[in-house]
T-cell receptor
């Protein structure tokens, strides 16, 4: 089935540790996005990528890093510099341009041990 | 970043009632989108609106793209328990890489 797969579903981070969240899509979408969602809040953009080997900061990029080595994959690393990483992280993708809507994965919930 | 003004923030209704929620913005958008998010899941696209004044239905859901392109509403008719969740509006600029600006969400609770 075509779709966006995020893994793991739940992730725990120790103090001072970097963790990486996976996002894979088989929809042949050009653009991929990472959002953060806090309880009772809307979605805030962390990073996005239009094409392979290119990505741009969103509204809340500090403490996060990404890579886009393959069209299908857009992993997000939550670094130790992110002091409040507990949140629900959502990955989305779409075709670049033409006003196509974004489609979302099922999210990863990150918590601090 | 900018957020859309979405209201109400939450609603608690009786099964069978109709529901209405709306979003407004100071900016003009090319596209308005409505998503539903179940607890612990990602948002799922319900309706996409591409033209000012457009009225679109998807089963019991009806949404309209405001004529000024600065607002949109979503109606749910004859609500059922599985309508429970958080509904988000999102505005999209076509020439900005399909970037989305989200509303704060409307939490819908349905009493059987």
């Amino acid at each position: 089935d075509g779709g966006i797969t995020q893994s793991p579903k739940y992730l725990f981070r120790k103090e001072g540790q970097n963790v990486t969240l996976s996002c894979e899509q088989n929809l042949n979408h050009d653009a991929m996005y990472w959002y953060r969602q806090d309880p009772g809040q809307g979605l805030r953009l962390i990073y996005y990528s239009q094409i392979v080997n290119d990505f741009q900061k969103g509204d809340i990029a500090e403490g996060y890093s990404v890579s886009r080595e393959k069209k299908e994959s857009f992993p997000l690393t939550v670094t130790s510099a992110q002091k409040n990483p507990t949140a629900f992280y959502l990955c989305a993708s779409t075709f670049w341009g033409g006003g196509q809507p974004q489609h979302f994965g099922d999210g990863t919930r990150l918590s601090i041990l | 970043g900018q957020q859309l003004n979405q209201s109400p923030q939450s609603m608690f209704i009786q099964e069978g009632e109709d529901v209405s929620m709306n979003c407004t913005s100071s900016s003009i958008f090319n596209t308005w989108l409505w998503y539903k998010q179940d607890p612990g899941e990602g948002p799922v696209l319900l309706i996409a609106l591409y033209k000012a004044g457009e009225l679109t239905s998807n089963g019991r859901l009806t949404a309209q793209f405001g004529i000024t392109r600065k607002d949109s509403f979503l109606n749910i008719s004859a609500s059922i328990p599985s309508d429970v969740g958080i509904y988000f509006c999102a505005g999209q600029f076509r020439n900005a890489g399909n970037m989305l600006t989200f509303g704060g969400g409307t939490r819908l609770m349905v009493k059987p």
